[in-house]
């Protein structure tokens, strides 16, 4: 059976914003255990006191986190540069063969031009494409009977080149992703190789992302 502490430990290490508001001092500590109380209590299926709760909190360690917040913090004063394109859609398709057939036309096309945004993502079920505004005649053209389940117009994207290293420190991402929900600003596609990542917002949100960026890069 878990003890307070295992189970204390267990709701705020799945709960990466609180486990960093609390090692910044930025919580406090009655009101969140006050906030677990009933949890620990569910999955303890006994009886326990807030104290208890409190002390176990107090009683993380905040080692590993300091750890990995400094790696990270040196990672990201490496990154490369920040590649913006805007005036970009997406679209996303159901998977079926003549999707498949369909891209690989899409591909043909458009594959030697080297101004153009282009993306394919490809998912179980369903195939993502990102591409600059003037490409969309063809996907209108190609893709006319397909089963389209979203697509969003007015968009822009900043790529970020990260140094190879990337593959092997965890965090990185979230790091990134968590910038952007502090500033309440959505993301409406994340596109990875190894060594880049496309963020794809919004264009009215396009400074305010390139903003968030630079802070990072900076801090």
Same mark, same amino acid.
């Given at each position: 059976?878990?003890? +307070?502490?295992?189970?204390? %430990? ?5 709960? @990466?914003? +609180? ?7 930025? =919580? ?22 807030? $104290? ?15 750890? =990995? ?10 990154? $490369?540069?920040? +590649? ?26 458009? $594959? ?6 282009? &993306? =394919?993502?490809? $998912? ?29 117009? %007015? ?7 990260? @140094? ?29 190789? &190894?060594? %880049? ?18 802070? +990072?890069?900076?801090?």
């Amino acid at each position: 059976m878990k003890t +307070i502490q295992e189970c204390v %430990e267990h709701i705020i290490r799945k709960t @990466p914003f +609180i486990e960093e508001a609390l090692h910044d001092k930025l =919580i406090n500590v009655s009101s969140l255990a006050r906030m677990m109380h009933g949890e620990v209590e569910k999955t303890l299926r006994k009886t326990v006191k807030e $104290g208890a709760i409190m002390m176990a909190i107090n009683r993380l360690s905040s080692t590993d986190h300091i750890k =990995i917040k400094r790696r990270i913090k040196k990672f990201v004063t490496s990154l $490369g540069d920040f +590649i913006v394109r805007s005036d970009l859609c997406d679209y996303t398709f159901k998977n079926t063969p003549s999707l498949l057939r369909n891209t690989a036309k899409l591909l043909q096309k458009t $594959g030697n031009s080297s101004e153009e945004f282009f &993306t =394919i993502s490809q $998912g179980v079920y369903e195939t993502n494409i990102v591409l600059s505004k003037n490409l969309q005649p063809e996907i209108d053209s190609l893709f006319a009977d397909e089963n389209i389940i979203c697509s969003m117009k %007015e968009l822009a994207s900043i790529t970020i080149k990260l @140094p190879k290293s990337n593959t092997e420190d965890s965090g990185i991402y979230y790091f990134i992703m968590k910038q952007f929900a502090w500033a309440d600003l959505s993301i409406q596609e994340v596109i990875s190789t &190894t060594n %880049e990542i496309t963020l794809v917002v919004k264009e009215k949100d396009i400074n305010k992302a390139f903003a968030i960026l630079m802070d +990072i890069k900076k801090s």
